[in-house]
């Protein structure tokens, strides 16, 4: 589903050029659950903006469903994102003046459903995150983890074939943090492939697949896992 | 869609109501500026007889001795002995001469009517045909009365509501000065802008109160000096009237309706030869220079839309080009801080498009309020134009409907181009650069 093989990134600031990733081979299957860990500033999120095409890579080939995401134009990325991919951002990302039907309404709207199909859609993915009776509701008058569970619904409300997620729980209590991590879990066993970022070894270890990212130098080795473990 | 940012337009702008606020006020006074001064611009400069004006001219005669005659531009008034020999020809469908005097005008027995000296239109029976003049009441004196100089007059629907009450008065009388006059017609509001037919400083003043035939007016030997442009390069041989009318005054404004070319190329060459026949009798000694000025011209040349009030156009157009560059640093500064919701949109699948659609539709939403709170400040301040300049015929103060639409228009194109570049910036933006901003 995602194939990365030789990708770099490099910025260039000031004529100075920052290696952000070095090369690397990675392939993604359809169901998966990846973890994705490494300490701060090792390259955990410009991987994962490379991977939800809201960044370029400089060098390299990255396919995503068979495609070479080099040749896509701005509106067919934007069109990627919203069928193909669903973003879990660490800080909700929410629009406060929305309430949380709106909010998951968002995606949706730029994609040519009727309103009746987005409307069960909406409810579909309130109930799976169980918020439904909440849905008039506004996001401050939610706390962290329901908030969290509004991003999921509205991850999941295109039905996506990947989830995205950036340290979704770094911004929650352990307990919070486990309720989430189990919704990502039923997700995945519904089919969706899930790309998780975060610190927390612990959850890492919940992925069936972990990859470490350190100074820009990504492995993909069986024994990362045994080592977390 | 397109209401789904119409409503994120309004939620936005509730956001930042101080912000909104400021934008809107910023285009309204630009808007209500450029509008007030336009508004007076455009009204003095619009066509005040659409269907026709093309058919319209002014005849003008250089009836000078080449002393005098030696300008290219002639007097807009020629003399009552050339006015009589140009309403003998039958080239035109309608013809017009047309002079002013001042009358103290009463009601027959109704003593609690007081006595009111009135602009009073001396003119020929064509003159309600060729300026499609409405009437409330009876018509225009026909061709003959004009002749016989009979005593009778149309009166303004504004005098006729003082004397009569507003009723129909067709066949009643009037006291005109020492004289009695029948009513033959009442006008329904009749307020031609420019008043193009008449004096060129008068064009923006209020209609005279009633009409009465030339030759009435002639016969009776009525003069008002003051209302009269008159040019009078040779002096008459006496003081009698009968000497002012076949001397060399040019007092009298004359028009014809030319339906075609044919008739103008044909009274063209009619009034070059009544020069020519005039120059045979001693006249017309400079040359033969007559012109048939169409009415467009005609404004143009006696400059009724005045330089000033094109001037005062242009500076508030820079007014309001001002008010919007202001307008567009707060654009700026709002999209800006918008970048959160640009970068989450664009990730969940937004396009470029999209973005500047939305954010299109919400400056329209500006633009549009700041239109209309501009209508209300163009309003006041042609109330407070109109207080001023009370002298001035009040229809230059007021806006019709395509001035209306025009304004909400102008303002909701004007604050779209000078949202653009802002608009651009925000959907360039880089996603993932924003996303922690939200």
């Known amino acids: 589903m995602l194939k990365m093989k030789n990708l770099s990134k490099a910025f260039l600031t000031d004529a100075i050029k920052t290696q952000a990733l070095h090369p690397f081979d990675l392939t993604i299957e359809q169901g998966e659950f990846v973890s994705v860990i490494g300490p701060s500033g090792s390259g955990k999120t410009t991987f994962l903006n490379i991977a939800g095409l809201l960044e370029e890579h400089s060098d390299g080939l990255y396919e995503l469903d068979g495609q070479d995401v080099a040749q896509f134009t701005d509106k067919k990325k934007s069109a990627y994102r919203n069928e193909k991919i669903g973003f879990v951002f660490q800080s909700f990302n929410l629009i406060p003046e929305l309430n949380l039907y709106d909010n998951v309404d968002m995606p949706l709207r730029y994609r040519k459903f009727s309103s009746n199909e987005r409307h069960k859609r909406i409810m579909q993915a309130l109930e799976q995150v169980g918020l439904a009776g909440r849905k008039d509701h506004y996001p401050t008058q939610l706390s962290g ?74 492995s993909d080795s069986p024994n990362i896992q045994k080592e977390i473990a | 869609m397109y209401s789904y940012y119409f409503k994120l337009a309004l939620l936005s702008l509730r956001k930042t109501p101080l912000l909104s606020l400021l934008m809107v006020t910023m285009i309204a006074i630009g808007i209500g500026a450029t509008m007030t001064t336009y508004t007076v611009s455009y009204m003095m400069s619009k066509d005040p007889i659409p269907n026709k004006s093309a058919q319209l001219f002014q005849v003008q005669l250089d009836s000078m001795d080449e002393i005098y005659g030696d300008g290219k531009d002639l007097p807009y008034t020629i003399t009552y002995q050339d006015t009589q020999a140009l309403l003998e020809s039958d080239i035109p469908k309608y013809q017009v001469a047309l002079s002013a005097i001042q009358k103290k005008i009463s009601h027959e027995n109704n003593a609690h009517i007081i006595p009111k000296s009135l602009k009073v239109r001396t003119t020929t029976s064509d003159f309600f045909s060729m300026f499609e003049t409405p009437f409330l009441y009876g018509s225009g004196w026909s061709k003959q009365d004009g002749k016989d100089a009979a005593q009778v007059a149309v009166l303004s629907k504004e005098t006729n509501n003082w004397l009569f009450d507003g009723e129909n008065s067709v066949g009643k009388t009037f006291r005109f000065g020492a004289d009695t006059y029948q009513v033959i017609g009442v006008l329904n509001s009749w307020e031609p802008l ?24 002639i016969k009776n030997e009525f003069f008002t000096d003051k209302l009269v442009s008159s040019t009078c390069w040779q002096e008459s041989a006496d003081d009698s009237f009968a000497s002012f009318l076949t001397s060399e005054c040019m007092w009298v404004i004359f028009w014809v309706e030319l339906p075609d070319k044919q008739a103008h190329d044909q009274y063209q060459a009619f009034i070059d030869n009544h020069a020519k026949e005039q120059q045979s009798l001693g006249r017309f000694t400079n040359r033969i220079y007559n012109k048939l000025v169409p009415l467009k011209q005609y404004l143009i040349d006696e400059k009724v839309v005045s330089d000033d009030s094109k001037m005062a156009v242009w500076l508030a157009v820079l007014f309001l080009i001002v008010c919007l560059l202001n307008c567009m640093s707060l654009m700026i500064a709002k999209f800006h801080a918008k970048a959160g919701e640009v970068g989450l949109r664009r990730a969940v699948g937004a396009s470029k498009q999209d973005i500047i659609k939305q954010f299109a539709i919400e400056l329209s939403v500006v633009g549009v309020v700041g239109g209309l709170l501009g209508l209300l400040f163009a309003q006041l301040g042609l109330l407070a134009a109109k207080q001023t300049y009370s002298y001035l015929h009040s229809g230059l103060m007021q806006m019709n409907l395509q001035l209306l639409i025009g304004t909400v228009l102008l303002a909701l194109i004007s604050s779209l181009v000078f949202g653009l570049y802002p608009i651009i910036r925000a959907s360039q933006m880089q996603p993932s650069s924003q996303l922690k901003s939200l």
């Not at chain 1, 770094?170 to 990502?184: Q, R, Y």
């Open chain 1, 145 to 218: 983890g329901q908030q969290q569970r509004v991003a999921i619904a509205r991850a999941i409300a295109g039905t996506p074939s990947v989830i995205l997620a950036d340290e979704p729980t770094g911004n929650l209590d352990s307990k919070m943090a486990e309720g989430i991590m189990s919704l990502l879990k039923d997700i995945n066993a519904a089919g969706t492939s899930i790309i998780m970022v975060t610190h927390d070894n612990e959850q890492a270890a919940q992925a069936q697949r972990i990859v470490q990212i350190k100074d820009g130098h990504l």
């Open chain 2, 194 to 217: 420019p008043r193009f037919y008449g004096l060129p400083h008068e064009a923006y003043t209020k209609p005279h109160d009633l009409f009465i035939p030339f030759n009435t007016q």
